[in-house]
């Protein structure tokens, strides 16, 4: 039923769109045109009443007399919902490739495609070159305040600007025909000249659908970190998955996590996690596409200087340009964590004040070999109680991506 909610949706604003607005072959006489129409609009009417089946033996034949770009968009929601994902998959991608197609019809031909993705299993892989002002989050200071007396910093020898290669893969696969249980995994490896700001990340483990509750997943999973060949962290943890039916073009996820940090290096910085997301996003409007995003955060480690809670706001917008065929992707978040106790080295308790920005651009009709070129620029900053803690920092990325 979401689906097919979401198929009336777009069917609905794809009526009126001009430039998937029906077409006939040359010479055509004006009483085939009218018969083309009608038998068109008898599809569309199959699919209001959820009969996808005789929709396809409508479209088809349609689409084989007239190559209407329109007709094969219509066809590949039919097959999408008899769950012929292969030929759909491929009729939505050869829409998706005209040139004039309409970036609000592209972006629901990309939900389809995610889903798609999401009932057959994915894995996608990126590359990239990516760079780092500041790798150690070194504090800007050059005075703090330790235990009453100030102090100058002497910025590490090895701080400093860095360039390397990252290499990511990302993967989703359905264990069960029912799709009642999944695997997942994403890993990114990020190698920096002398190694020393070597990374290499990754989170994997399955996904389980709830019975009566087709939106919630319950999951399980590893997140863990190396840094310069040596663990960083490990993150063992439980929690729930869940995406809301879509409603009048509107969106709702959410994600809970919980678990047992473990930081081998510091174990004074163990603790246990609670890590809440929600995200929602927009129906388009004014030739723009928003969403925002909510966090909640809560750690208890041994000691109470060490325990925190916190939270973020951040949302995007995004800026689909016919005129450059180009997407541009505005992101903001600004976030605050509160620690619980007085920071027996500092002597003063520790709050920091986060702030993210990025800017992202992409050719959406751009390949190279098969990989979608991107190119990116964040700046991160924290402000912190204790001077220590205050850093920023600018990044910059170039990736291919799959």
């Known amino acids: ?45 199959a699919l209001h009443a959820g009969n996808p089946m005789r929709a396809v033996a409508i479209f088809e034949p349609l689409l084989a007399e007239t190559g209407s770009p329109r007709v094969k968009l219509e066809l590949a929601r ?25 970036w609000r019809v592209a972006e629901n031909i990309r939900v389809y495609l995610d889903e798609i993705d999401m009932a057959t299993g994915y894995v996608k892989f990126s590359v990239g070159v ?59 490896y990020s190698d920096f ?9 990754g989170d994997f483990g399955l996904a389980r659908a709830v019975p009566g509750l087709p939106w919630l997943k319950a999951k399980a999973g ?38 047992r940090l473990q930081v081998l290096q510091m174990p004074h910085l163990d603790s246990d996690n609670l890590f809440l997301v929600g995200k929602l996003a927009y129906p388009p409007a004014l030739g723009l596409a928003f969403s925002n995003e909510a966090t909640l955060e809560r750690a208890k480690a041994g000691e109470a200087a060490y325990s925190y809670r916190g939270g973020s706001l951040g949302g ?58 991107q190119i990116g620029v964040v700046y991160e900053r924290t402000d912190s109680t204790l001077d220590f803690f205050s850093f920023s920092k600018l990044g910059l990325r170039f990736q291919l991506e799959s």
């Open 1 to 45: 039923m979401r689906r097919f909610s979401a198929v009336l949706a777009c069917v609905a604003a794809l009526l009126t769109c001009p430039v998937l607005a029906e077409e006939a072959p040359a010479g055509m006489q004006p009483d085939q045109g009218a018969t083309y129409q009608a038998r068109f609009l008898l599809g569309v009417e």
């Open 78 to 102: 039919a097959l999408y919902l008899l769950q012929d994902y292969e030929r759909s998959e491929q009729l939505f991608r050869e829409v998706l490739a005209r040139p004039e197609l309409p």
């Open 130 to 188: 990516v760079s780092d002002s500041n790798p150690r989050n070194f504090t800007n200071s050059r005075e703090v305040m330790i235990g009453g007396q100030s102090l100058t910093v002497v910025p590490p020898e090895d701080n400093r600007h860095v360039t390397g290669v990252r290499l990511s893969v990302r993967g989703y696969r359905p264990l069960d025909e029912k799709h009642r249980t999944t695997a997942f995994f994403t890993a990114s």
């Open 193 to 201: 000249p002398g190694g020393t700001f070597d990374r290499l990340n």
């Open 222 to 259: 590893f997140e863990g970190a190396r840094l310069d060949g040596r663990t960083l962290y490990r993150f063992p943890y439980v929690g729930a998955l869940a995406a809301m039916a879509p409603s009048d073009g509107y969106r709702l996820l959410g994600e809970l996590k919980v678990g």
């Open 316 to 373: 995007s917008v995004v800026w689909p340009s016919d005129t450059w065929d180009t997407r541009f992707t505005l992101y903001g978040a600004a976030g605050v964590r509160k620690y619980d106790g007085i920071d027996p080295f500092f002597g003063d308790r520790r709050q920091d004040t986060r702030f993210t920005v990025s800017l992202d651009l992409l050719r959406p009709s751009l390949r190279i070999r098969g990989y979608r070129p």
